[in-house]
Nanobody, 118 residues
Framework: QVPLQESGPGLVKPSQTLSLTCTVP??????????WSWIRQPPGKGLEWMGV???????YYSPSLKSRTSISRDTSKNQFSLQLSSVTPEDTAVYYC??????????WGKGTLVTVSS
């Protein structure tokens, strides 16, 4: 098991930057071959993969969100973070952090709802 916990504001105003953190208690985000992702699900829609930060710190983003997305990490805190800039109400979603292990097993956080509204 790899527990993950999302945290961050539940309400963000349009044009601002959405910032979320995923904490991995008892684990290490530098574990070889582990990859840590952010995924979201807008109300009534399917899952959308946003981007990933690998165990070595390399990052990859969804082409559709690349211009607005940044994923970073704090290895001292076993945390990785998401920043999504210039948000609109269409960015309202449940945001999940997820890890895929070296064995190909996925673990998800419980998700956190972020609403973009003035």
């Amino acid at each position: 098991q790899v527990p993950l916990q999302e945290s961050g504001p539940g309400l963000v105003k349009p044009s601002q930057t959405l910032s979320l953190t995923c904490t991995v208690p008892g684990g290490s985000i530098t574990t070889t071959y582990y990859a840590w992702s952010w995924i979201r699900q807008p109300p009534g829609k399917g899952l959308e993969w946003m981007g990933v930060i690998a165990y070595d710190g390399s990052t990859y983003y969804s082409p559709s969100l690349k211009s607005r997305t940044s994923i970073s990490r704090d290895t001292s805190k076993n945390q990785f973070s998401l920043q999504l800039s210039s948000v609109t109400p269409e960015d309202t979603a449940v945001y999940y952090c997820r890890v895929v292990t070296a064995a190909g097993v996925y673990y998800w956080g419980k998700g956190t709802l972020v609403t973009v509204s003035s």
